[in-house]
């Protein structure tokens, strides 16, 4: 008799999965940054609040928030009309697979809390997708963590 604790994933589930290569070029370039300041990111009450990269993961794709820095260093005007902060930002679709390259290609002036990622599951996904989009954030925890990016996976209902 054989028993199995563990269901086998359909042919259609495989998690992609980015390449060592590529990992490793990123971890090389991501080691430039800074360490993370906790104190700093711990304290964002929201995404729309959050300057570093961020993930939303969905079924078959992430999509990569950047926001890009403000060029011009004075205080005057920052974020009113003139320099609104929602036309730094950019969101890119990416695979998992293609993560290190993409979070590479970030400049280093969009990390302002150090080497973190805040990562968060796409909202109003059907739950026949859930295990899906769930295995993905793993993937992408996965690959964040061996490129020596800290992950702060974000509350679903936000912070309390």
């Known amino acids: 008799m054989l028993l199995t604790g563990c269901k086998r994933a359909s042919a259609g589930t495989t998690i992609p999965t980015a390449s060592p290569q590529a990992v490793d070029s990123a971890r090389q370039q991501l080691a430039l940054l800074p360490p993370p300041a906790k104190s700093r990111y711990m304290a964002i009450p929201s995404l729309a609040d959050w300057e570093n990269p961020y ?6 794709m992430a999509t990569l928030h950047l926001t890009q820095a403000d060029a011009n260093p004075s205080q005057l005007g920052a974020g009113g009309v ?12 990416v695979s ?19 080497r973190v ?3 968060e599951e796409a909202h109003d996904t059907p739950a026949s997708a859930r295990p899906a989009v769930r295995r993905n954030v793993e993937a992408a925890i996965k690959t964040l963590g061996d490129m020596g ?12």
Not at 55 to 60: A, E, I, R, S, Y
Not at 82 to 93: I, N
Not at 100 to 114: D, I, R
Request: hydrophobic share 45%.
């Open 117 to 119: 990622v805040a990562i």
């Open 82 to 93: 003139l320099r609104p902060v929602a036309a730094r930002r950019q969101d890119l679709t």
């Open 55 to 60: 993930l939303t993961v969905q079924q078959n």
């Open 96 to 114: 998992i697979s293609d993560l290190p390259a993409a979070l590479n290609a970030v400049p280093e002036s969009s990390w302002p809390y150090g």
């Open 149 to 160: 990016v800290v992950v702060y996976e974000w509350p679903e209902a936000g912070l309390r």
